[in-house]
């Protein structure tokens, strides 16, 4: 099974750009589909963003245009990209992996087994 652990988080200005890992270890990211979750305070997790088996990024309406996703197979790590942040991109950040995703559950987090502990973005006004 993978271990997930999400790094990069921080307090970042409106405007501003951080750059989230999510390293893994016991098995190799290339067999699982990784995605990205968030949840702000009071709200539900809701999806980020998501690399599919065409190495092609998928996002949410939201970060479109402002965030990438990609994947550094020898250090086993998943990043995502963040740019042009502003306070509604506060939330808890999640990495997900699954190596069974269909396409069409792709945002849907209860398709995940695999989740990491979270990484805090705080971005202020």
């Known amino acids: 099974q993978v271990q997930l652990v999400e790094s990069g988080g921080g307090l970042v200005q409106a405007g501003g750009s951080l750059r989230l890992s999510c390293a893994a270890s016991?098995?190799?990211?290339?067999?699982?589909?990784v995605a990205w979750f968030r949840q702000a305070p009071g709200k539900e997790r809701e999806f980020v963003a998501a690399r599919w088996r065409d190495g092609n990024g998928k996002f949410a309406d939201a970060v479109k245009g402002r965030f990438t996703i990609s994947r550094d197979n020898v250090k086993n790590t998943v990043y995502l990209q963040m740019g042009d942040l502003n306070p509604e991109d506060t939330a808890v950040y999640y990495c997900a992996a699954d190596s069974g995703i269909i396409f069409s559950e792709l945002r849907n987090e209860r398709q995940y087994d695999f989740w990491g502990q979270g990484t805090q973005v705080t971005v202020s006004s």
């Open positions: 016991g098995a190799s990211l290339s067999r699982y589909i």
